[in-house]
Nanobody, 125 residues
Framework: QVQLVESGGGLVQPGGSLRLSCEAS????????TGWFRQAPGKEREFVAA????????YYGDPAKGRFTIARDIAKNTAYLQMNRLKPEDTAVYYC??????????????????WGQGTQVTVSS
């Protein structure tokens, strides 16, 4: 069992920035990919970004393109999501997820095996 601990959420004004962290309880080479998903009230869970640990390949959903950056730190077993120019529409619970096996796509929440508890991001004036 892999445990994921998320941190970095909070309240921020529109246009501001936040950096989310996702630390895994296992070494990074035991994880194929780490993804970030979010779920806003009344909406389905949405893919935000993902990164593969083996090839350091980032993937971004439409809301993240041009504003968010995902990165990994192998030594710390941690993935980061840097969120810039935040909008009220970004308000949601953000979840970190991980999958150990190789998957064809990293954008599907159903492919992930492990999930963090979620961290609230609120963008409001």
């Amino acid at each position: 069992q892999v445990q994921l601990v998320e941190s970095g959420g909070g309240l921020v004004q529109p246009g501001g920035s936040l950096r989310l962290s996702c630390e895994a309880s296992t070494q990074s080479f035991s994880i194929y990919a780490t993804g970030w998903f979010r779920q806003a009230p009344g909406k389905e869970r949405e893919f935000v970004a993902a990164i593969t640990w083996t090839y350091d390949s980032p993937y971004y959903g439409d809301p993240a393109k041009g504003r968010f950056t995902i990165a990994r730190d192998i030594a710390k077993n941690t993935a980061y999501l840097q969120m810039n120019r935040l909008k009220p529409e970004d308000t949601a619970v953000y979840y970190c997820a991980a999958v150990a096996r190789v998957v064809d796509r990293v954008t599907n929440a159903m492919d992930y095996d492990y999930w963090g508890q979620g961290t609230q991001v609120t963008v409001s004036s």
